[in-house]
């Protein structure tokens, strides 16, 4: 069984602060991928990585997908009330996608 | 109807009962999933569905049963729950070909057993 872990399991930040989640596999997957998932509703994409060391920008979000492929990272700069949510990595192997349980952030204003 | 539609949004059913979960997505996909997602519990793949064909099943118990009519149409049907099935039960589409296949989620079935 894959196990796949993200850190911190809840965080609670004040408006304008950076923070940094994280996403760990035991195994090695094809890609990856974050996504947010705001209360009631389904997750929804915020960015697939599929190489190595790869770094993706999304405004203030900074992704980063580890060399060995096992491990990312999700770095949110100057965060705002509207950041609010669940983040979940999931890696896939073609269509066998594995969820992390998630980080749940809450920015306040 | 853009994305991803699921319906009913809610649902409450005893354990005797059959009803049926519906997802469409109007993105021209080829692949489409059911997830569930209980608190406490990451999300479990339960079944995909890649060119109308079942792909995985993932042990998943028989009083589920998924039917995929065609590329855009998915569903779920259930019968004789039990309480623990409680819980967000999400659809997803993706197109195979794309690189990392990128899955669109609906906005879920919130299922509640009694």
């Known amino acids: 069984t894959q196990l796949l872990e993200q850190s911190p399991q809840f965080l609670s930040i004040q408006e304008g602060e950076n923070l940094t989640v994280y996403c760990n596999s035991s195994?090695?997957?094809?890609?990856l991928q974050w996504y947010r998932q705001e209360p009631g509703e389904g997750p929804v994409l915020l960015v697939t990585?599929?190489?190595?060391?790869e770094v993706k920008k999304l405004k203030r979000l900074t992704f980063q997908f580890g060399d060995a492929r096992k491990d990312s990272s999700l770095h949110i700069t100057a965060a705002q009330p509207g950041d609010t949510g669940l983040y979940l990595c999931?890696?896939?192997?073609?269509?066998?996608?594995?969820f992390g349980p998630g980080t749940r952030l809450s920015v306040l204003p | 109807e853009t994305g991803v539609t699921q319906t009913p949004r809610h649902l409450v059913m005893g354990m005797t009962n059959k009803k049926s979960l519906k997802c469409e997505q109007h993105?021209?996909?080829?692949?489409m999933y059911w997830y569930k997602q209980s608190a406490k519990k990451p999300l479990e793949l339960m079944f995909v569905?890649?060119?109308?064909?079942?792909?995985e099943n993932n042990s998943v118990p028989s009083r589920f049963s998924p039917e995929c009519p065609n590329s855009s149409h998915l569903f779920l049907h259930l019968h004789t729950l039990q309480p623990e099935d409680s819980a967000l039960y999400l659809c997803?589409?993706?197109?195979?070909?794309?690189?990392?296949?990128?899955?669109?989620f609906g906005p879920g079935t919130r299922l509640t057993v009694t």
């Open positions: 997803a589409s993706s197109q195979v070909q794309r690189e990392g296949y990128e899955q669109y």
């Open positions: 195994s090695v997957f094809s890609s």
């Open positions: 990585v599929v190489t190595g060391g």
């Open positions: 999931a890696l896939g192997e073609g269509q066998n996608f594995v």
């Open positions: 993105l021209g996909h080829n692949a």
């Open positions: 569905y890649s060119l109308e064909e079942r792909v």
